[in-house]
């Protein structure tokens, strides 16, 4: 909800020892963004956990947390361009300087397209745990630009921060490639598996490709139980930022259950199990790799 107020929002004043204020569309950039801004930073999420970043509607305090940010990072690949534009119509209306304040965590990443629009990216490039390292390493650039007094800090906590993130990646390269390949169909409600596919060897297919289309239609019914019937999927996946009716239909047309919930758009709530980039990506990996075997 946008307030039309003529009045210029004031841009933030912070002296050496305040913490860096950073805003992020979403629960997993600001995830990201706290592990390598430590105590240094002060993180505020757009969109809540549990919500969809796709489609959203800025509130007042979005607006005025974005006004007063140091940094405004987003995921780009048009992730963020659902709702008649609600990303770029903050930034307008919260008068950000697009060179200096805002960052595409994205940036640096080898897009994958959609198969029903080519020209379009499929925004969710975060599913590759080498893309997300990606991510963080944009990050920290931005960070230290913004603050280089405390350089050292952010390339240190940097550097732990996606070990670990290699670490689990390589992890899961390992597992999957020993599971039948036969075994390997992926079936989720949203196509938003594509960069965790090419990076984990599995093949992807959905009912949907993304979540501002249309969902559930005859037609994308038809297609994802065609794929399933021709080849030996053993579970079915919903994921947790969208309904699970037409999974639940899918499900009982093919005789197959639905294995677990899985995480694309938003981690789980704080305490839950999923609540960080790691655990929701081990999640996943947990899940996805016992529901193929």
């Known amino acids: 909800m946008y307030q039309r107020d003529h009045r210029q929002p004031s841009a933030p004043t912070r002296t050496h020892q305040q913490k860096l204020q950073v805003v992020t569309t979403n629960s997993i950039l600001a995830d990201m963004v706290a592990n390598v801004g430590g105590n240094k930073v002060q993180v505020y999420s757009i969109v809540n956990r549990g919500v969809d970043p796709h489609e959203y509607d800025p509130q007042p305090q979005d607006i005025r947390k974005t006004a007063e940010s140091d940094l ?20 307008q209306t919260t008068h950000k300087d697009p060179q200096e304040d805002v960052f595409a965590a994205s940036k640096g990443v080898t897009p994958m397209h959609l198969t ?29 630009k913004k603050d280089p007094a405390n350089a050292n800090y952010y390339r240190k906590n940097s550097a732990a921060y996606t070990a670990k993130l290699r670490q689990l990646h390589q992890r899961a390269q390992t597992k999957f490639s020993q599971l039948p390949r036969e075994n390997r169909l992926l079936v989720t409600s949203e196509g938003a598996f594509k960069y965790f596919a090419q990076a984990y060897q599995v093949t992807p297919t959905y009912i949907w490709e993304v ?7 005859p037609e994308q019914m038809q297609r994802v139980l065609k794929k399933i019937r021709q080849a030996n999927v053993r579970h079915l996946f919903v ?26 758009d938003s981690l789980a709530q704080k305490g839950k199990t999923g609540d960080t980039y790691i655990d929701m990506m081990r999640w996943n990996f947990e899940k996805i790799y016992g529901g193929m075997k």
């Open 72 to 91: 405004v990072f987003h995921n780009g690949l048009n992730l963020e361009t659902g709702g008649n534009g609600w990303f770029k119509k903050l930034l």
């Open 116 to 144: 029903t629009n080519k020209n379009e990216p499929d925004p969710h490039a975060w599913l590759d745990l080498n893309n997300g390292i990606k991510y963080v390493e944009t990050m920290t650039a931005a960070l230290i």
């Open 211 to 217: 979540n501002t289309e249309a969902q559930g239609t």
């Open 239 to 264: 994921e947790t930022s969208v309904s699970p009716k037409s999974m639940q239909q899918v499900a009982k047309e093919t005789d197959l259950s639905i294995y677990a919930t899985i995480f694309t």
